[in-house]
């Protein structure tokens, strides 16, 4: 990651809003491509670094949002006693916000959401389900993070979440925890067939809560695995997941990346709820009831690009 911030670095400003376009396309590119297979962490990891700093030019350049990431209404949660928010619909407030943007200048908004877990209970094939509507059953464990930028269009407005997936593994726990803070949302993921790394939620949380502000942090509890529970199984962990979501205030959802069920309605969910949150919060900052064109990237991605301009060797000049 630092590589590839480097490899950004080394462009001078102009040349950076050039790569920047390239880095956008790559993000597209289809998954067997020459350039995906190479460099695609490092083509995503700059994109997110040009975000900062140009998001007019990043707008104007990004295609347009796939018709099956436009969200005109609240998603429900399905789950019963399990919703975190029990409201039909948007806030009013965003509402009228929303409708106000869409004849002024749109802002590009990001909301950082970070995976934890346990390993193996797949946090990554829950992405990959919803990113790129894969399943991948050759398991091989998240070496320290890695991520996936995911586009909407909620209300009219361009959304995008950056879904930071983290190590489940112990001997990464320091490396992964680095990129806990700033987020707008945790998702917490355990297996429903085993009841072990649902007692282990409690603690992840609590390791990701040092990092943020509790008042401001959205909270899902995912269970993954649904087609391999039996229902006898899946009707006591699903008792107890419950009972832990609404001790930690947490909305809870079962899911299956294997065959989809509910994944796409869970991030659906997810994108709402923190688009909501992200409009409230800054309606309330700025005493408007017009959202401003400020980009919010509360991520290490822009973090490691201010550290690098303060360390530029001299091979980056």
């Not at 796939?66 to 969200?71: C, S």
């Not at 930028?149 to 909620?154: A, G, L, N, S, T």
């Not at 998702?187 to 943020?212: C, G, P, T």
């Not at 989809?260 to 659906?268: L, Y």
Request: proline letters at 3%; one cysteine or more; a positive charge.
């Amino acid at each position: 990651m630092f590589y590839s911030v480097k490899f950004f670095k080394k462009s001078s400003s102009t040349l950076s809003v050039v790569f920047g376009y390239r880095c956008i396309v790559a993000i597209h590119v289809p998954k067997n491509s020459v350039k995906e297979k190479g460099c695609g962490k490092r083509y995503r990891i700059a994109c997110l670094c040009v975000c900062a700093l140009a998001p007019t030019l990043i707008m104007s350049v990004l295609p347009p949002v796939r018709k099956d990431r436009i969200i005109i209404k609240l998603p429900k949660c399905p789950g019963k006693g399990a919703a975190l928010h029990t409201k039909d619909a948007f806030h009013p407030k965003v509402k009228t916000a929303c409708q106000e943007q869409r004849t002024g200048t749109v802002g590009f908004k990001i909301s950082k959401v970070i995976v934890v877990g346990d390993v193996a209970v797949g946090k990554t094939c829950l992405i990959n389900r919803f990113c790129k509507d894969t399943f991948d059953k050759n398991y091989k464990a998240t070496i320290g993070v890695d991520f996936e930028m995911e586009r909407f269009e909620v209300l009219g407005v361009p959304f995008s979440l950056q879904l930071w997936d983290t190590a489940g593994q112990e001997r990464f726990k320091c490396i992964a925890s680095t990129y806990y803070r700033g987020a707008q949302a945790i998702i917490i993921v355990f297996d429903v067939n085993d009841v072990a790394s649902l007692y282990h939620a409690r603690q992840w949380l609590e390791d990701a809560m040092k990092e943020n502000d509790p008042s401001s942090v959205l909270l899902f509890l995912v269970g993954t695995k649904k087609d391999l529970s039996s229902p006898a199984m899946f009707s006591q962990i699903e008792q107890d997941a419950i009972k832990l979501s609404e001790e930690i205030r947490a909305e809870y959802w079962a899911v299956s990346a294997l065959s989809g069920e509910s994944v796409k309605e869970f991030f659906f969910r997810v994108a709402a709820l923190t688009f909501e949150a992200n409009v409230l919060a800054e309606l309330e900052k700025s005493g408007s009831r017009r959202i401003g064109d400020v980009v919010r990237i509360n991520s290490n991605s822009c973090n490691l690009y201010a550290t690098s301009q303060k360390k530029q060797s001299n091979c980056c000049q």
